[in-house]
């Protein structure tokens, strides 16, 4: 099984980022953005401006729909390559594949995650003003306007998102290659552990569940990568024919 994995210490989407600002309440501050994910290191359709919600929210709707595409193409590109290399094929650094991406070969398949929340404007801006301001110094008003601050970013990013997924109510891929919900429940047990469960949560801002624009797809590995392939089809020729093969095999 070959698997690259985000590394832990990264925040690739809305569910971990919840986590991460609970844990900032206990004052233990998250680390800030990452310059590989920032506009200037950052191929141009992964370059997203921050402007209004609504300007965010249709340029966060877009990306996410190209790199759906791009995933969607990916169940049949991924045979024409020896080795995958998905830097090449998503347009991205070895960093930026490391933060962004999470791909698993398993025995007979393929599962691979693309984390869109990272590159939102919305998202780095939380993130890093998380990193940058401690949550329980100076007087009880600048308590009180850093706490504030931030969840009134953090509710924006919220907007963002809903507003992007509205976008794309109707779009083929994403639907299906929605991994929100698999996004969520990965990061669950954790933000159990945190304390971090129910709706009066401020980070819930009264909701059930966190939205995220993460995209997850499991395909079949190509035959000829799948390892024991030639000992099954030895095991299936004496099977079906008996004594040794003579085909070849």
Do not use: C
């Not at 609970?22 to 998250?30: G, K």
């Not at 990306?63 to 049949?76: D, K, P, S």
Request: hydrophobic share 45%; proline share 8%.
């Amino acid at each position: 099984m070959i698997e690259a994995r985000a590394a832990t210490s990264t925040i690739p989407s809305v569910p971990a980022l919840a986590l991460a600002l609970h844990r900032w309440r206990q004052r233990i501050p998250p680390p800030p953005v990452e310059e590989a994910l920032k506009p200037p290191a950052l191929a141009p359709m992964y370059r997203l401006s921050a402007g209004s919600v609504a300007e965010e929210a249709r340029a966060a709707a877009q990306l996410t729909a190209e790199v759906a595409e791009r995933m969607r193409r990916l169940t049949r590109a991924y045979g024409e390559w020896r080795v995958f290399e998905p830097g090449p094929y998503f347009d991205l650094t070895p960093r930026q594949v490391e933060l962004l991406t999470h791909i698993v070969e398993r025995v007979s398949t393929v599962h691979v995650v693309f984390y869109i929340d990272a590159l939102l404007p919305a998202f780095q801006a939380v993130q890093n003003y998380a990193a940058e301001m401690a949550p329980n110094t100076g007087s009880v008003e600048q308590i009180e306007m850093v706490h504030e601050t931030l969840l009134e970013r953090w509710r924006r990013l919220l907007e963002v998102i809903d507003g992007a997924r509205l976008h794309l109510v109707e779009d083929v891929n994403f639907l299906g290659l929605s991994g929100a919900r698999e996004e969520q429940e990965r990061w669950l047990p954790m933000a159990r552990v945190a304390g971090l469960n129910g709706s009066a949560d401020w980070l819930l801002a009264g909701r059930r569940t966190l939205p995220s624009l993460t995209l997850s797809i499991e395909f079949p590995l190509p035959a000829f990568r799948q390892p024991g392939r030639k000992r099954r089809l030895m095991r299936t020729w004496r099977r079906l024919y008996g004594g040794s093969s003579a085909g070849g095999y």
